[in-house]
């Protein structure tokens, strides 16, 4: 076969995965969340793989004497993630029947995360160095199980899919050397995967927002949470274009952007 032929025919190829991989897995909620997405694996797997991360994350910090020390503030956290759970039913039908998990590792982290299918971990120093209120932290549990819900890890998973099989058809179609395979890896890593992984970010805010209203937290939360988190920051920080996080004045912004479509549906879990 021709170079010339081969090249089309794995560039067909290549499209019409691509192309079948396309898809949504929310609806757009007040916010508006409705893009396509480039899916290429299943959720199944995913949530599979991270059921097995999570459980793993368990038993090393239950071994150390680390998870869930403190009792109280597991089910405060719990307690607020038993108020959004139902409100993901806006977003996706499916997930209200997830099965949900909140657990808190002892440590100075400011961290927290939701992985696929729902299993949640705060870290203690996120809630005690920024001192928390509860709608602070149904902000920050709002975000993390946007992702969730977006299944922004599984199309995370199937770009780098098919970044690798593009780099891969360029070396073996066109000869180019491991090195120029690699700096073209490193490219798509600074400035595309960076892009989708800003728009992702957004995408959370937005979500989370909306949850932690219809949860009945009052979402100008948003706006208190990023200031703490503004002032803990110590050190230089990347340009927003380089990172993989919009900086936190533009995600206040956003926010307050949000608050006229948001706080209705907060009003309306108050009356």
């Not at 071994?63 to 009792?71: A, C, I």
């Not at 499916?94 to 992985?115: H, R």
């Not at 208190?224 to 503004?230: D, V």
């Not at 995600?251 to 907060?266: A, F, G, N």
Request: glycine residues 8%.
């Amino acid at each position: 076969m021709s170079t010339f032929r081969f090249l089309t025919a794995v560039s067909v190829s290549l499209f019409l995965v691509i192309l079948t991989g396309c898809a949504t897995t929310t609806t757009g909620g007040a916010v508006g969340a409705d893009r396509s997405q480039l899916l290429l694996i299943s959720s199944e797997q995913l949530e599979q793989t991270a059921a097995q991360g999570y459980n793993q994350l368990k038993s090393e910090a239950a071994e150390q004497g680390e998870l869930n020390k403190d009792k109280k503030m597991l089910e405060r956290v719990r307690a607020i993630a038993r108020r959004i759970e139902p409100q993901t039913a806006v977003f996706r039908k499916d997930a209200p029947g997830w099965k949900w998990e909140v657990n808190i590792i002892d440590s100075n982290q400011l961290n927290a995360f939701c992985m696929p299918g729902g299993k949640i971990m705060f870290y203690s120093g996120l809630i005690n160095q920024l001192k928390l209120t509860d709608a602070e932290i149904a902000v920050v549990m709002g975000h993390e199980i946007a992702h969730a819900l977006r299944e922004h890890s599984r199309e995370q998973v199937s770009q780098a899919i098919a970044a690798q099989t593009a780099l891969g058809v360029g070396s073996a179609v066109f000869g180019l050397s491991q090195a120029a395979t690699d700096l073209a890896g490193i490219g798509y890593q600074a400035f595309i995967a960076t892009h989708f992984s800003r728009t992702d970010e957004a995408e959370a805010d937005r979500i989370g927002l909306e949850l932690t209203a219809r949860a009945g937290y009052n979402p100008r939360a948003g706006v208190t949470l990023w200031q703490k988190m503004m002032n803990a920051k110590s050190g230089g920080q990347l340009p927003e274009f380089l990172s993989s996080h919009p900086a936190d004045s533009t995600r206040v912004q956003q926010i307050e952007s949000l608050l006229p479509t948001v706080m209705p549906l907060y009003e309306a879990t108050r009356r």
